[in-house]
């Protein structure tokens, strides 16, 4: 017998064999088809126990109610809480996707101290102790009033904290970003009593007079607006959009007006003058409860008369006319005011004008119509234990005239030396939202020494000296009273429902940790233990609630003053907020747009709704500009075509977006783009407008009420 | 050369040639019979090894954190539901977390060195004990306990076994491709079951449903 290559063959064939009759390869190919089903490499995540948290989402001032819902304790999704007062289960996409900014790679992980340029880790100890010594030096030299703070709103008991700190350390200058909430309080303090602000009861009324609202692009609160405007469709209800461009509120309303940017108040004025002259006020009404009618009605048929008006706003006389005649047959009419989101002030006169059309139509403290809304009673706060120290302090008037943030920069900027020594900034970044980013940035960088208690490397944090972080919303304590034009009372409870993920605090201790530092009556002041114990306290006989329910609701027996109305100021006839530049120059007209998929409020959008932008918005890093077809070809712009605005405050290069729902002569620039602070999902992308619109202070209310800027666009 | 001549040396080279055509087969048949015994070794090698080692390369052996007497616990509490329970939402909790071990663990019941073991490293420490769980199925798998074990009231022996009667944990032999347990495919590597819980491959759920309800259902039935 000898060895051949048919022996060989025959060993492979029956290895072969032998191992094709096996289990091998069919067990092989099953466990293959499992792995490439199942790839390794792919993260799963862990099942586990399904639980649901219920908070409130603080990210803008809608105070929707959210359910997180949470595996095995870690959570994973956002959703709307059902039966909430305000949101009833909606949710917007900023509040879905608020779990990014819990993970954010921008959020400041630890205290840090600015040395030269470079951000050094400090100790929670180590922090307080610096921030410590300076405040001790700044009542060392009697001038405790040289400490500011800049919070977005004096709601609440962290911000109630910060201001009560202040108040012990023996400064005024507490100041909140401007907001058409507040142009709405001085309104209702100018026409019906201080104090107050107004409910509207929009679910109800069956016609709805929007003076550039964007009614679904995040005005007011924005998800129990949009429920409003679902019921609207149901109900029959009228809905009237003034704006220069079609908006998305403006394409869903059922009558679009276009109105020259910067004209609402004349318009509104015209439409009175109608009212009056044809006497479809509500007589009743305006005998029994108002005061300065005369002076009104004669000051409006004298300067408003709708062929008048025409010419200043650009809609037809006859169609002025129309909209009055339907405002005042209407039987729950409305009118509301303030521009897209509502983040930034409007002018007095605007909204004043807004108001006497409600007025005239006697809708005061009526079902479907505006309710005058005393300020939410809140908070047990015991006295401040005030040394001579902080009654001298406290005895300086406030920095800035009208006690605005831009009054503040604009004082900071004119002094030599900056009449602010230390600043805090929490929960606000004014070197990104306020108009004339540039000198507002200058104005922070003259003050000696900042605290941000910022949870993110924002652009006014990158500035501050030192930060203390916060917790962000999901993972502390916090109460949330109440939500802007509201005609209910819902108080509503932050609770943490992760984390904390990395080394921060919630700002309410941390401000408990800096007075019980400073020892003396500001220690004595803030008697709490911690921020849990304060907020206990201060909520008193309503924190069972708050903690049990997570909310509190009054809906019925509201202490609504009385609707006496004053048209005093509005018979004025004080001027309008004009456009800072000339026509020569610039002869285009630059106004800011909100977008709902955009926040352009204190944080920066999520890589999610980033990503849910148009890209006639934002291309690659490109942000596109509306312009009419007609304003393009007399530029000679196409579509796509790069162009340089430019602007009195600055220039910025754009592309262009051919859009025939903009008014000729207008351009349109997307808010909430162009951040400049180190964010990998939104840094760079765009430009701020508020880099290119000046601030203009308003008489009426000495907020900053600009609402545009004259422009000119060049082809590149 | 004359004619006889001629047919003479053509006999002779014939027979040469058979002779050597002889010889040929010969040696043609040795050949095969070689190839055939090199083909029948081969076979056997290969079959035997890729049944009886195949298994001992893919599985890698492991052991549980300790061992855990399913039947004293059983004993103890009366059912399998005590402790691998089902949660208010209905799902179905799996293996219990070290808060339900508490329930009854807060201190030593026994005097096993399992359960002092436990107690040290896990209980004491409020940390979840890392079990390599048998039954767990790939993540392209949804399964409901609650629609069998609720609504079409299963006995969980039907597809676990008696592991309740058990009192130590079997080592846990993961796949080294797949990443789960063997026991999804059976022990057997032919993938030979004796008794319903031996295998729980989708063969095995098709083979249970269409007996029970007449059709082996649809993919997304599973495979959400």
């Not at chain 1, 340089?644 to 351009?667: L, R, Y």
Request: one cysteine or more.
């Amino acid at each position: 017998m000898k060895v051949d290559r048919r022996s060989f063959l025959g060993l492979g064939l029956g290895a072969v064999a032998g191992v094709t009759v096996s289990p091998l390869p069919w067990k092989l190919i099953d466990d293959v088809s499992i792995w490439t089903q199942n790839w390794p490499w792919t993260p799963v995540p862990p099942d586990g126990e399904v639980t649901y948290d219920n908070t409130v989402c603080t990210l803008c001032p809608g105070h929707c109610g959210i359910s997180v819902r949470k595996i095995n304790g870690r959570p994973v999704k956002i959703e709307g809480r059902k039966g909430y007062p305000i949101n009833d289960g909606g949710v917007c996409l900023h509040g879905l996707s608020s779990l990014q900014y819990l993970y954010d790679p921008a959020r400041v992980k630890q205290p840090l101290m600015k040395k030269g340029k470079v951000w050094e880790k400090i100790s929670w100890k180590d922090a307080i102790t610096l921030v410590t010594g300076k405040l001790a030096e700044l009542r060392k030299k009697q001038s405790p009033d040289r400490l500011a703070c800049i919070t977005d709103t004096d709601k609440g008991t962290i911000s109630g904290l910060f201001e009560r700190f202040l108040k012990a350390f023996g400064s005024n200058n507490f100041y909140t970003i401007s907001s058409m909430d507040k142009t709405w309080e001085k309104t209702f303090k100018m026409m019906h009593h201080s104090g107050s602000s107004p409910g509207f009861d929009l679910k109800n009324s069956d016609f709805i007079l929007s003076f550039g609202c964007g009614f679904i692009e995040g005005w007011g609160s924005p998800v129990h607006n949009f429920k409003i405007n679902s019921a609207w469709k149901e109900n029959k209800a009228k809905f009237v959009q003034i704006e220069p461009r079609l908006s998305h509120t403006a394409a869903k309303a059922d009558m679009w007006i276009p109105v020259k940017p910067g004209t609402d108040a004349d318009l509104a004025l015209g439409m009175c003058c109608e009212i009056i002259s044809k006497d479809l006020y509500d007589t009743s009404y305006i005998s029994g409860f108002t005061k300065g009618f005369n002076d009104f009605s004669n000051m409006v048929k004298k300067n408003y008369t709708p062929e008048k008006v025409s010419k200043t706003t650009g809609v037809p006389a006859s169609k002025i006319k129309e909209l009055a005649l339907k405002f005042a047959k209407a039987k729950t009419p409305v009118a509301i005011a303030g521009k897209g989101r509502g983040y930034k002030a409007g002018s007095m006169k605007e909204f004043t004008a807004v108001h006497a059309l409600n007025c005239l139509a006697g809708n005061i403290n009526k079902k479907g119509g505006v309710w005058t809304m005393p300020f939410m009673e809140y908070g047990n706060w015991p006295a401040i234990n005030m040394d001579s120290v902080a009654s001298a302090g406290v005895s300086k008037p406030v920095i800035g005239e009208s006690g605005s943030v831009a009054a503040l920069f604009e004082k900071i900027n004119a002094s030599k030396k900056s009449p602010v020594d230390l600043l805090f900034v929490y929960q606000s970044n004014p070197c990104f939202t306020m108009h004339d980013v540039k000198a507002v940035e200058k104005a922070v960088e003259k003050i000696p020494f900042i605290v941000s208690f910022s949870s993110v490397m924002d652009e006014t944090a990158e500035k501050a000296d030192i930060i203390l972080p916060s917790h962000m919303f999901l993972e502390r304590y916090e109460d949330v009273p109440g939500a802007f034009g509201l005609v209910e009372e819902v108080t509503g409870l932050c609770v943490p429902v992760a984390g904390p993920v990395f080394n921060t605090k919630n700002p309410g201790d941390s401000i408990l940790m800096i007075a019980k530092a400073l020892k003396g009556s500001v220690a004595s002041s803030f008697p709490w233990e911690n921020y849990h114990a304060c907020l206990e306290k201060i909520t008193g006989d309503i924190w069972d609630k708050l903690s049990g329910d997570g909310y509190l609701r009054k809906d019925a027996n509201l202490p609504y003053l009385r609707p006496d109305a004053d048209f005093s100021f509005a018979a004025q006839n004080t001027e309008s907020v004009k456009m800072e530049g000339s026509e020569g120059s610039f002869p285009l007209i630059l106004v800011p747009v909100d977008n709902m998929r955009l926040f352009s409020g204190v944080f920066a959008s999520s890589p999610f709704a980033v990503k849910t932008v148009s890209d006639t918005i934002i291309k690659k890093r490109d942000i596109l500009v509306e312009l009419n077809p007609v304003t393009a070809k007399k530029i000679g712009l196409s579509h796509g075509d790069y162009a340089m605005i430019a602007t009195p405050k600055g220039t910025a290069k754009v592309k262009v977006h051919i859009f025939e729902g903009i008014m000729p002569g207008v351009v349109g620039m997307d808010e909430g783009l162009g951040h400049t602070a180190e964010n990998i999902f939104i840094k760079d992308k765009g430009v701020n407008v508020n880099e290119l619109v000046g601030p203009v202070i308003d008489t009426g209310s000495g907020l900053d009420a600009a609402w545009g800027i004259r422009a000119k666009l060049s082809k590149v | 050369m004359n004619e006889l001549e001629e047919k003479t040396e053509d006999v002779s080279m014939d027979a040469v040639e058979d002779g050597q055509k002889e010889e040929q087969k010969a040696e043609g048949d040795s050949g095969l019979g070689m190839g055939v015994l090199f083909f029948l070794v081969a076979f056997v090698v290969c079959f035997l090894s890729c049944w009886l080692l195949f298994p001992k390369v893919l599985y890698s052996e492991k052991s549980q954190p300790f061992n855990f007497n399913h039947r004293l616990h059983v004993e103890e509490t009366g059912d399998c539901e005590s402790c691998h329970s089902f949660r208010d939402d209905g799902s179905f909790a799996g293996i219990p977390k070290i808060s339900k071990c508490l329930e009854c663990h807060d201190e030593q019941q026994g005097d096993t060195k399992d359960e002092a073991f436990f107690i040290k490293n896990y209980a004491s420490k409020d940390k979840e004990v890392p079990w390599f769980i048998y039954s767990k199925q790939p993540d392209c798998v949804f399964f409901s306990h609650a629609a069998h074990v609720k609504a079409a009231g299963m006995d969980c022996k039907t597809c676990h076994g008696d592991i309740g009667d058990s009192t130590k944990c079997k080592p846990y032999e993961e796949n080294r491709i797949t990443g789960y347990s063997r026991d999804i495919w059976g022990k057997s590597i032919w993938g030979i079951k004796k008794h319903s819980w031996d295998r729980m491959k989708m063969d095995d759920c098709a083979q249970c449903h269409e007996k029970e309800t007449g059709e082996k259902g649809s993919c997304f039935q599973c495979h959400k």
